[in-house]
């Protein structure tokens, strides 16, 4: 009955998202794209689904076929206006357990560019190869947008400032930045260096804005390159040979998105004291902020097209305006997943959002309808999976999923109006029922935040409210011990809750600690809190619970598997007590690295899920031996009728028979 939630893990694989995309990690191995459809040598299998996962960009190519770049999996392309997608990363270099992430596309003519975090690719085959572009010899370079301009060809990067090619790439050149008085350019080597008269040139000192080089957006006006940073606006009008800072850079504050439609410039951020949307109709001179009380949330991405304007933001869907931004329409039925991290507006009425977490909708009447057009993207980040009679569930993007036919199918979960404004991050199996732990987030004017305990109605495929209370508010996992729920949450504690027993529950202490992972038994409950404590409930006490040993990792997991409890550890492997917790020892032998994510068991079995695969152990032994060889990072394993799933972070479900 032990709850796998990996919260915390969540937290790091945020991190990591962040890391990919800011701090440029090196990919050094290559995946082809036949690893989603075809088995591997060791026999594993990626099912058919669920599909999504989070869209960082959305391009359109010659021929009307579009390019989805995600965070981890690579690149989709579709030929059929997004009704299927397919990989295409041959080319590409991944490294085992992690993935690559693609932010940015461009084209002109059959040749297509593509931004990663570590280099720039191109392809001229319609996306079925791509080879790495020479930018900086052997030093990767963390590519954040790209723009043509006639035959010129911009790259904007997030530690090198803006680079230009004449040549198709053959070379590249740097594009000087002045703010104010003073001339800064990118190196080779990364570093930005400045000069007061033009002639000399020395390193920057450490407190200078180097914000201004991190570059989030390109456009132009005409043949005037425009570059959205992280806290500036810069332009590099027609025979200009900088961009300039706007303002000298002394009104903006932050940048999140940016665009331009006809002579006008849209940005979201902060000017001055003030954040959310702005527009300037004197290329940036001035600024006023055009949000509404709907839409003061972080607009994520903004898309133009004649006079139509789209924007996406996290947490309320899009935002459409016929009036250059004068007034705003809400445009989100059937948009089921409201953070959109990506627009495209192919004409004024078709758009395509990419979402943080649920894939790609599709709309062809100007918002007034979205589809979810996600079939082949398997992009999904599979944190739970959970075991119900014949089928196996899990949540992807806001959904709860199920798959009745070992993954050839995944169909989902009926959510009722009155759940519709949760979010379900945890989901627990106790005495053949599906219990979900949900939140809500939403300001005081609304209810503020909550959280609760709904139940899955099986027979009629759809939800039911157990419990609903403010004290739940940041639930992040869930125990259900017999005919009582032990709730993990952020910040107010472990909660109580007995069936039959009335709407409220009861706080039972360990306030103020994250709670990561809940695992209880008929004798006693144990929490998992961040850091690496182990708390035991005695007595209506909690006391903490672990070996010195244990505190170099922070736990990913924890379970009781018969009488012998379990903790996984990122840091530091697999932990195991016989004696209720008193004492504990390490069990890592046979593990090629001691990431431990999350437990697994058909009952007899134990499985362990790494940052790269899959390890069964093995008693006789006592030690680890990898199940194949599935070279991705580990969040959830489950068993089902002979087979071992694995969630993975990147790629969806995978699958393996069970050797007897």
């Known amino acids: 009955m032990g709850q796998r939630i990996r919260n915390r893990f969540q937290r790091r694989l945020a991190v990591i998202w962040i890391a990919t995309t800011v701090l440029f990690v090196g990919f050094v191995t290559q995946l082809g794209a036949d690893e989603h459809t075809e088995p591997n040598e060791s026999g594993w299998v990626q099912t058919n689904g669920p599909y999504g996962g989070e869209i960082l960009a959305i391009h359109e190519a010659p021929k009307g076929v579009l390019f989805a770049g995600t965070s981890g999996g690579g690149i989709f392309r579709s030929t059929d206006r997004g009704d299927t997608w397919a990989p295409v990363n041959t080319g590409l270099r991944f490294e085992p357990g992690e993935g690559l992430s693609i932010r940015a596309f461009a084209h002109k003519g059959e040749l297509i560019y593509a931004g990663a975090p570590d280099a720039l690719y191109a392809s001229t085959d319609g996306g079925d190869t791509w080879h790495q572009v020479p930018i900086f010899g052997e030093r990767f370079v963390s590519v954040s947008d790209i723009m043509f301009i006639g035959a010129r060809v911009y790259i904007g990067t997030l530690n090198k400032g803006v680079w230009y090619s004449d040549d198709n790439g053959e070379s590249w050149q740097p594009v000087i930045v002045t703010i104010g008085d003073r001339m800064y350019t990118a190196s080779v080597n990364g570093w930005v260096l400045y000069s007061d008269d033009g002639d000399s040139w020395r390193p920057v000192p450490p407190n200078d804005r180097l914000g201004a080089m991190l570059i989030r957006e390109l456009s132009s006006i005409g043949t005037t390159l425009v570059a959205g940073t992280q806290n500036t606006v810069f332009r590099q009008r027609t025979n200009e040979d900088a961009l300039t800072a706007i303002n000298d850079g002394s009104v903006v504050q932050r940048i999140n998105a940016f665009a331009v439609m006809d002579n006008l410039f849209y940005a979201s951020g902060s000017m001055g004291k003030n954040s959310g949307l702005f527009r300037s109709d004197d290329e940036g001179d001035s600024w006023i902020d055009i949000a509404t009380e709907e839409i003061t949330r972080t607009v994520e991405t903004i898309a133009v097209h004649g006079t139509?304007?789209?924007?996406?933001?996290?947490?309320?869907?899009?935002?459409?305006?016929?009036?250059?931004?004068?007034?705003?329409?809400?445009?989100?039925?059937?948009?089921?997943?409201?953070?959109?991290?990506?627009?495209?507006?192919?004409?004024?009425?078709?758009?395509?959002?990419?979402?943080?977490?649920?894939?790609?909708?599709?709309?062809?009447?100007?918002?007034?309808?979205?589809?979810?057009?996600?079939?082949?993207?398997?992009?999904?980040?599979?944190?739970?999976?959970?075991?119900?009679?014949?089928?196996?569930?899990?949540?992807?993007?806001?959904?709860?999923?199920?798959?009745?036919?070992?993954?050839?199918?995944?169909?989902?979960?009926?959510?009722?109006?009155?759940?519709?404004?949760?979010?379900?991050?945890?989901?627990?199996?106790?005495?053949?029922?599906?219990?979900?732990?949900?939140?809500?987030?939403?300001?005081?004017?609304?209810?503020?935040?909550?959280?609760?305990?709904?139940?899955?109605?099986?027979?009629?495929?759809?939800?039911?409210?157990?419990?609903?209370?403010?004290?739940?508010?940041?639930?992040?996992?869930?125990?259900?011990?017999?005919?009582?729920?032990?709730?993990?949450?952020?910040?107010?504690?472990?909660?109580?809750?007995?069936?039959?027993?009335?709407?409220?529950?009861?706080?039972?202490?360990?306030?103020?600690?994250?709670?990561?992972?809940?695992?209880?038994?008929?004798?006693?409950?144990?929490?998992?809190?961040?850091?690496?404590?182990?708390?035991?409930?005695?007595?209506?006490?909690?006391?903490?619970?672990?070996?010195?040993?244990?505190?170099?990792?922070?736990?990913?997991?924890?379970?009781?598997?018969?009488s012998t409890l379990y903790a996984t550890f990122w840091n530091g492997g697999v932990f195991r007590s016989t004696n209720s917790g008193d004492s504990w020892t390490a069990i890592n032998d046979g593990l090629d690295e001691t990431t431990a994510t999350s437990i697994g068991t058909d009952g007899t079995e134990l499985y362990i899920g790494t940052f790269t695969g899959v390890f069964r152990w093995i008693a006789a032994k006592e030690q680890w031996e990898p199940v194949g060889s599935l070279p991705h990072q580990i969040l959830s394993l489950a068993v089902l009728d002979g087979f071992l799933y694995a969630g993975t972070a990147y790629s969806g479900v995978f699958k393996i028979p069970i050797e007897e």
């Not at 219990?435 to 899955?456: C, H, M, N, S, W």
């Open 308 to 562: 139509r304007l789209y924007v996406g933001t996290s947490g309320s869907g899009v935002f459409r305006s016929d009036d250059k931004g004068d007034s705003w329409t809400a445009v989100n039925n059937g948009l089921t997943h409201r953070t959109v991290s990506a627009l495209l507006a192919v004409n004024e009425h078709t758009v395509f959002a990419g979402t943080r977490g649920g894939g790609v909708f599709r709309t062809t009447d100007g918002g007034h309808s979205w589809v979810e057009i996600n079939t082949g993207i398997t992009n999904a980040m599979v944190r739970e999976l959970e075991v119900l009679g014949d089928k196996i569930y899990t949540r992807v993007g806001g959904k709860i999923v199920y798959s009745a036919d070992g993954g050839e199918s995944w169909q989902p979960v009926k959510i009722p109006s009155t759940a519709m404004k949760y979010g379900f991050p945890a989901l627990s199996v106790s005495d053949g029922e599906l219990y979900l732990g949900a939140v809500r987030y939403a300001p005081r004017d609304q209810g503020g935040e909550t959280g609760g305990i709904f139940r899955l109605d099986a027979e009629n495929n759809t939800l039911v409210e157990l419990i609903v209370d403010r004290n739940l508010a940041g639930l992040e996992c869930i125990e259900v011990v017999g005919t009582t729920f032990y709730m993990g949450t952020l910040d107010n504690g472990v909660i109580q809750w007995k069936k039959d027993s009335g709407p409220s529950p009861t706080v039972l202490g360990l306030e103020h600690h994250y709670i990561t992972a809940l695992s209880g038994n008929s004798e006693s409950v144990y929490a998992g809190a961040e850091g690496d404590e182990i708390y035991r409930l005695k007595k209506g006490t909690w006391e903490p619970i672990h070996s010195t040993d244990m505190t170099d990792g922070g736990m990913s997991d924890l379970r009781w598997i018969g």
